[in-house]
């Protein structure tokens, strides 16, 4: 029978395989990115605001925040300095709590059941720092964050692509 600690680990070192660079590899489908010859003809989503939205939008916020007096501004770093504090608490409460839940995980269902209730967490996470975000910024006169075309009214802060994550650099 191995020893207790040895059991302890196993579900860490198999989080650290499934996560390794080889077992996304492995576990990607189709043909390399390199062999697939229709990929040059597909037309590639846009790449998020043009820089002349990208610069007027920062038009906006240069004006929003020369509306403010110092007092204001203070106040509006302390709030966001705030909520990125909460933030930081509630993330290392929730690794605490993943990292329980996969050390007890025995089973490749109870591993994929730690893996939904991280990725549920992360994701209302997200939607509840937006609003706070969105509140913050209301507060002090900011400009609304609007979508990109055909994201849709909430699309301010959903990610532009699959890779990336967490809100539209610059709004939090």
């Known amino acids: 029978m191995a020893p207790r600690s040895s059991l302890r680990a196993l579900p860490l070192a198999l989080m650290a395989l499934l996560s390794s660079p080889l077992a996304v590899v492995a576990q990607t489908s189709g043909p390399p990115p390199g062999d697939d010859p229709g990929r040059n003809e597909r037309p590639h989503p846009p790449q998020g605001p043009s820089k002349q939205t990208r610069e007027a939008h920062l038009q906006q916020e240069a004006e929003a925040m020369a509306k403010l007096s110092v ?42 059941a730690c893996q939904q209730l991280e990725r549920t967490s992360w994701k209302q996470d997200r939607r509840q720092t937006m609003e706070q975000v969105l509140k913050i910024r209301q507060r002090f006169g900011f400009p609304a964050l609007t979508p990109p075309p055909g994201r849709g009214p909430e699309g301010a802060w959903k990610p ?3 890779d990336q994550d967490g809100p539209p650099p610059g709004s939090v």
């Not at 203070?74 to 993943?98: E, M, P, T, W």
Request: proline share 2%; aromatic share 12%.
């Open 160 to 162: 532009q692509h699959k």
């Open 71 to 112: 007092a204001q501004r203070k106040a509006y770093f302390q709030a966001r300095q705030d909520l990125q504090r909460q933030l930081f608490d509630k993330r290392q409460g929730d690794l605490k709590r993943f990292g329980q839940c996969y050390e007890q995980a025995a089973t490749l269902p109870a591993i994929k």
